[in-house]
Structure formats: C-alpha cells, structure tokens
C-alpha cells in the first residue's frame, strides 16, 4: 500500500513570488557582473585601473551572486521547507552593507558604490525576514482546534502527586502563572520572580500554580526548583487547554521580537537568565490569572513576551 504523501503547508502566493523576483534580479545582476565587469565598475564610480584584478574580482563576486539567485528560485517552490536558503540570504543582504560602510569608511571603497545597497539588500529585508517569520510559525506544534472550557481545563490538569488543578483552585484563592515555553529566558526571569515572592504571597493565604507546556509535571516541578521555586503546585499542559480556555493565543511579530521585547531580553539575559532550548511552542504567549472555585477573579495576558508584570500585587486576595 502506498504511504500517504506528506502535507505541507504552502507559503502566501507573494512570498514565493519575492523570492522569484530575488532569484531573477540576482541573476540578472550576477551575469552582467560576469559578462561586463569593467563596465559594471565604471557605472559605480571605480577605475579598474586601480588594480588588474578588479574585474577578475568583480566576475567571481558576480558569480556568486547567481548562485544566490538560482537558491531563491528553488525556494521559492516551498519557502517554509528552505528557509535556510532565505536565511542565509538574509544575513548577507544585512552582512554585506555592514561591510560596504566600513571599506568605504577607510577609504577602501567609493561611497558611489552604495546605491547598489538599495537593490541588493535593503529592499529585500523585510519580505525575506517576514518569510523566515512564516517558515517559523509553520514549525511549531499549533495547538489543536476547538474550545475548552475552564471547568475541563481545571478538571485535566494534575501535579505529579496526582491532584488537579481544579482541587487547588477549588481550596483557596490561586494564582496561576502560565509560562511561554521552558527555553524562554522571559519564562526563567519569571520563576525566579515568583521565587523572591513566594513567601509573600503564601503569607497573603493565596495559592501558586505554575502551568507550562512540558510534557510532565515532574519535569515542569524540577524546572522550577532549579529556579528557587519550592512551594508551588506544577501541571503540565502539552496540548494547552488552559492557555486555550484563558484565551492565551499565540504572539504577532511585534510581541515576540518587537523593540520591547529586545530590551526586556538584554536585560533578562544580564540578570542572568539565559536562553534554553525550546521546549513547546515558540509563539505562545503566557498570562497570569488568581482563579477560585472555577471562576477567573482577577487577569494579566501579556502585551508583549517581556512583560513582568507585579506578581505580589495581583495575587493579592479578593474577598
């Protein structure tokens, strides 16, 4: 019996056609380079007199730039499957202007040569990189379809000692803290948030559950004591029905690699909380909730994956 082929997601109509017209303009740009590199120079304001082996230079340049552009061309039939290939023009359209301004900073170079930066790389780097963003996504485990109520999702969920998160909620005011995934140094910085105010927030009669997307809760409990973390309750969600139920969905680019977030990852990384591996999906965005006998009594869904927001003060007790 034949397997079943293998489904893949096509990319939007307009990315492969960028990457087409990237393949055609490399081309075209690499065979002139090739077939007139005098002339090409000349029209970018360098004498070939300089030096005999501009031209010769110029050519072997030329013909690794329609290498690149036979590279788009074949990405461009599945560019979620070669995003490598679109990575690493990406990284030398952003490479090589970096390069450009320093040789012509020292004189190397004629700044007239920098028109060519319009065409050849900046043009390029905003569908190249929203290409990459397209073939990340696509990677990622989404979580499955259909809504979970919050009673199902308190009702699944359980520690490793078997009680259910419902049991918890159900006891006392909790303040359950979803996390994005366990590589994530804005989900360590968050632990170790919760481990210089567990005391705090035990001393106020307030539960604490942590839930992450682990495939147990053993393993999410020795994530957290890593961390300082000792006195809260873990549960593991792989198929994110709480996330799903506190309507937790998955970040744009903006809450994921927005300025915001770069700066909050500068700073998370200089008070020691480094990248892991990634562990879950990469684009779910956390939140951090007080729930009690299934009801939601107070919420905080993060704008931005840096978001930290004041752990003590939300699980402060309603009466």
């Not at 999702?153 to 005011?173: I, K, N, P």
């Not at 299934?294 to 003590?312: C, E």
């Amino acid at each position: 019996m034949a397997s079943e082929p293998q489904r893949t997601t096509l990319a939007p109509a307009w990315m492969r056609r960028w990457l087409v017209a990237a393949g055609v303009y490399n081309l075209a740009w690499g065979a002139a380079m090739v077939i007139a590199p005098i002339w090409t120079l000349k029209a970018l304001g360098v004498s070939p007199a300089n030096t005999e082996l501009w031209p010769q230079l110029w050519a072997c340049i030329g013909m690794i730039v329609g290498a690149y552009g036979l590279g788009y061309i074949i990405a461009s039939r599945d560019p979620a499957r070669h995003w490598p290939i679109v990575l690493v023009g990406l990284l030398g359209k952003i490479l090589g202007p970096i390069g450009f301004v320093d040789a012509a900073m020292r004189g190397h170079l004629p700044w007239s040569m920098g028109v060519t930066i319009l065409t050849n790389d900046l043009l390029w780097w905003i569908p190249f990189s929203m290409i990459l963003w397209h073939a990340a996504r696509t990677a990622q485990p989404s979580p499955p379809e259909g809504k979970v109520t919050l009673d199902a999702a308190l009702d699944a969920l359980h520690d490793d000692s078997g009680q259910s998160l419902r049991a918890s909620t159900d006891d006392r005011q909790t303040l359950v803290v979803l996390l994005r995934h366990s590589g994530c140094t804005f989900c360590k910085q968050t632990l170790a948030d919760l481990a210089r105010q567990q005391s705090e927030i035990e001393k106020a009669g307030v539960g604490l559950a942590v839930v992450g997307m682990t495939a147990s809760s053993e393993e999410l409990r020795l994530f957290g004591q890593r961390h300082g973390l000792v006195s809260a309750r873990f549960f593991a969600d792989p198929d994110r029905l709480l996330y799903r139920a506190l309507e937790l969905g998955r970040g744009t680019f903006l809450q994921l690699f927005g300025p915001r977030v770069w700066v909050g990852g500068v700073l998370a990384a200089a008070r020691g909380h480094g990248i892991g591996k990634l562990e879950g999906d990469g684009f779910q965005m956390p939140g951090a909730f007080v729930i009690h006998r299934g009801r939601v009594v107070r919420a905080y869904r993060h704008a931005t994956a840096s978001d930290r927001p004041n752990l003590k003060e939300l699980a402060c007790p309603i009466n």
